[in-house]
């Protein structure tokens, strides 16, 4: 429209909101399209830049042409066309606050994404791992929306019995200071008035795997809905509230055995529309609710809160949700640029928020089309779409122009510098240089298993491909007549274990992490030539050892740290 796209105000917003631009085109020559920019949280979010300077609030008290049409661009104010139902036309920015007040924008510009429409309680068939609500920010919640927060004061255990211990949380939710107390319980009601489902008391720890005594890495979770809990006993046993609000939780439903040695119990996490739906308000105005879909109604995700049970040690060290002590990455650091974890991109409904404890269900076992879903590798492999040689498409859900016809994370674009590691990490937690990282702790960590049963690819009597086939790893054989074999399990009710088969694909525990960015065939050959595995078997990897930190420890010839600052 004969604007300069280069123009900071013009440009800066452009960028932002380049996924929702209407007007496509090479702007300003810079060699593609603004339109494939991806601001990896709500666009409306202004907050998130217009804070902290003197005139942070101007996006609200001065509206303009220039800076507004920059993202809704499908306005044209020369000609009105697009502007209200009226297509007014706009020859100054003098009337703008006329219709367009400071309340006004605030409103319009409030980051509440809309319920999924494929969700399971309104599609049949649909999705269940997703949300049902509209997920809002607790920084800027709708107007009647109320803000809780968890508050999980302690995690102990209590005597199970011969064959283990039971874990026991004691915590609250808080509005302001105050604690908030639930409902007394008739079986049918819901834990808080104008609310429907609620959090689940999640556990995670470590039993004897692949000869390893105490891993170093979670391999079992147990779990208790809240709302089953305090409404019927299920799962557990529930007293309280005492004096300051906090409820004591005994989570029943399996035991810790006496081999754990790792024991770490969170609250937050629900997000199975099916069993575990999460805490939704249902009296918000303008969000709807169907008490009989159970659909709609305002989620606004409250950040997990985790602490390692008295007595245990935690994961790499770690102590709770509240320090960084041990915990590889900070999740204020992935707020950075997600804000709400997992609300924009919407990824676990907004309820599995917190960094550190993706690695509880994104375990060194956890392996899915080939790929690994472990925490330590797939996060590297989605941010360094852009680095790798092979594109990582583990189950993403679009395509990108580059690949129309296959689906994966590697239209991924990470909007900073891809080796400045402590933009998620802690410090010492990526090098090796923290206290945890002895030679003893290091030899305790898992195999990342990667393949396990048969994959088959092969097209379909009518010439097309299996729904899954877009997914596969191409590391793995998919014909349909190799299986890996069996993966590692273990029945938290039962006790008993599964060891992984032998012929399971695994790949060696640093290599995990290094693999997700550096999956170059001489980066790969590197790897191997020096004790990794990379999609070798579980008896190939039992039989080597990784010699990589005589190299990239701390202040060795390639020190990873001083390798990555280059």
Known sequence: RGEAIIDLPIFIHKIHAGEHL???????????????????????????????????????????RKTCGACHDHVNFETGQGHGQINLAMPND???????????IE??????????????????????????????????????????????????????????????????????DAGVPFNVSNGTNELLDGFAGSPSLYCVFAVPQDGIAEPADFNVSMSAYLKNVWRSGTGGALAGPDPQGYYTATLTGARVPPSAKMLTCGLGYSYSLSSAPPLVQTNVT?????????????????QNVWRVATGYSGRRGATSSASNTGNIVATSRCAN?????????????????????????????????????????????????????????????AATEDHPQVRGFFGVHYPARLNACESCHNPGTYDFSGPWYTPENMARRLQQTVATGTYNTSPLPDGGLPALAISVS???????????????????????????????LVISPIANTCFGCH?????????????????????????????????HGPGRTADIKAVHAR
């Open 22 to 64: 209407s007007l496509k085109g090479n702007y300003a020559g810079i060699g593609t399209e603004l339109n494939e920019f991806v601001f990896p949280q709500d666009v409306r979010n202004c907050d998130k830049c217009h804070a902290n300077a003197a005139k942070a609030d101007n996006w609200k008290l001065k509206p303009n």
């Open 286 to 302: 303008g969000f709807a609710y169907d008490g009989a879909t159970r659909a709609g109604g305002v989620a606004i995700p409250m």
């Open 474 to 504: 191409p590391y793995v054989v998919s014909d349909g007549g190799v299986s890996y074999g069996s993966g590692f399990s273990y029945s938290a009710s039962t006790q008993m274990t599964t060891e992984a088969s032998p012929s399971t």
């Open 337 to 397: 640029c997600h804000n709400n974890i997992g609300v924009e991109p919407s990824y676990h409904a907004g309820q599995r928020n917190d960094g550190a404890s993706c690695a509880w269900c994104h375990t060194q076992n956890r392996t899915s089309s080939g790929w690994t879903a472990g925490s330590e590798s797939f996060i590297h492999a989605i941010h360094a779409a852009k680095k790798r040689t092979v594109p990582f498409n583990w189950h993403a859900v």
């Open 107 to 176: 409103e319009k510009h409030r980051p509440v994404s809309r319920p999924d429409p494929n969700n399971a309680l309104v599609v049949a068939g649909g999705s269940s791992n997703t949300h049902a609500s509209w997920l809002a920010s607790p920084q800027k919640p709708p107007p009647g929306a109320r803000v809780f927060k968890y508050d999980l004061q302690a995690v102990t255990t209590t005597d199970g019995g011969p064959t283990g211990v039971f874990p026991v949380m004691k915590f609250r939710f808080t509005e302001g």
């Open 519 to 551: 999956d170059s065939p001489l980066a790969t050959l590197h790897m191997r030539l020096n004790g990794g595995t990379l999609y070798g078997t579980r008896a190939e990897a039992a039989a080597t050892a990784e010699q990589c930190v005589l190299c």
């Open 94 to 104: 003098n009337v703008c606050t006329v219709c367009h007040d400071a309340a006004f």
